[in-house]
């Protein structure tokens, strides 16, 4: 999980949903459950621009679970992949990055699972992780989408390909479009965003650049999408 997990968009489907088949599960019957879970638990943001849970549980009787879990990091690489595809062809956002838990329920008949699901903030930073286990707090926050990122010190980057940190389905944005970097200093922190060679380039304040200093209020346009930095919440 992303250094940001502990900031929770809330829990998104509380239903359990339990699935009743015959014989065993199987891989592809997970996958289609959790697209299913992307479009039921899917939250407008904007005009065409949707977010959907991105922290998944599944539930397995004690066969299932047995033969599924040594096979956990590869399956989910394959699922994650297919869910991010998924997501890109229906403009949805995941806040952060997915993440699949699988869970050992003993009342379950083998072939039945359950699914939750919520949304999480986050992105994967070692640096930054570093810093928030060790309670340091931020001094400001970036919003992307409705979910607020606590700009603790390191960096992540931002842009519509798989490999960003934090991903936006926005065709107007670069796959690696722009970097945020948030550096210590006796002083307090000081934050940057750099231009990773964008296609449409990055704006702070309406001013394209391709290095600023950003503070608070300052309003960021990475191709269609707004991002703003704020005061975190009950400052």
Same mark, same amino acid.
């Given at each position: 999980?992303?250094?940001?997990?502990?900031?929770?968009?809330?829990?998104?489907?509380?239903?359990?949903?339990?699935?009743?088949?015959?014989?065993?599960?199987?891989?592809?019957?997970?996958?289609?459950?959790?697209?299913?879970?992307?479009?039921?638990?899917?939250?407008?943001? !904007?005009?065409?621009?949707?977010?959907?849970?991105? @922290?998944?549980? &599944?539930?397995? +009787?004690?066969?299932?679970?047995? /033969? %599924?879990?040594?096979?956990?990091?590869?399956?989910?690489?394959?699922?994650?992949?297919?869910?991010?595809?998924?997501?890109?062809?229906?403009?949805?956002?995941?806040?952060?990055?997915?993440?699949?838990?699988?869970?050992?329920?003993?009342?379950?008949?083998?072939?039945?699972?359950?699914?939750?699901?919520?949304?999480?903030?986050?992105?994967?930073?070692?640096?930054?992780?570093?810093?928030?286990?060790?309670?340091?707090?931020?001094?400001?926050?970036?919003?992307?989408?409705?979910?607020?990122?606590?700009?603790?010190? !390191?960096?992540?980057?931002?842009?519509?390909?798989? @490999?960003?940190? &934090?991903?936006? +389905?926005?065709?107007?944005?670069? /796959? %690696?479009?722009?970097?945020?970097?948030?550096?210590?200093?006796?002083?307090?922190?000081?934050?940057?965003?750099?231009?990773?060679?964008?296609?449409?380039?990055?704006?702070?304040?309406?001013?394209?650049?391709?290095?600023?200093?950003?503070?608070?209020?300052?309003?960021?346009?990475?191709?269609?999408?707004?991002?703003?930095?704020?005061?975190?919440?009950?400052?």
């Amino acid at each position: 999980m992303g250094v940001f997990g502990a900031i929770e968009k809330g829990l998104q489907s509380a239903a359990d949903w339990v699935f009743r088949r015959g014989g065993v599960v199987e891989i592809p019957e997970i996958t289609q459950r959790l697209q299913k879970e992307l479009d039921t638990e899917a939250q407008l943001l !904007g005009r065409d621009r949707w977010i959907v849970p991105n @922290d998944f549980r &599944v539930a397995l +009787s004690a066969a299932d679970y047995a /033969r %599924l879990f040594p096979l956990s990091r590869t399956m989910n690489e394959e699922i994650a992949q297919d869910l991010r595809h998924y997501a890109t062809d229906r403009n949805y956002s995941f806040p952060g990055p997915i993440t699949i838990g699988y869970e050992e329920y003993p009342e379950l008949p083998t072939g039945r699972f359950k699914i939750t699901s919520r949304s999480v903030a986050g992105v994967s930073d070692p640096a930054a992780a570093s810093a928030a286990a060790r309670g340091q707090r931020s001094d400001l926050v970036l919003e992307v989408n409705g979910i607020r990122h606590p700009l603790v010190p !390191g960096s992540f980057t931002i842009g519509r390909g798989h @490999d960003a940190n &934090v991903t936006i +389905s926005d065709p107007g944005m670069s /796959r %690696l479009h722009a970097e945020i970097v948030v550096n210590a200093t006796n002083e307090g922190r000081t934050v940057h965003i750099l231009d990773n060679g964008s296609r449409n380039g990055v704006y702070v304040n309406d001013e394209r650049v391709a290095e600023a200093e950003l503070h608070e209020g300052d309003r960021i346009t990475l191709g269609s999408t707004q991002l703003l930095v704020r005061a975190p919440a009950g400052r």
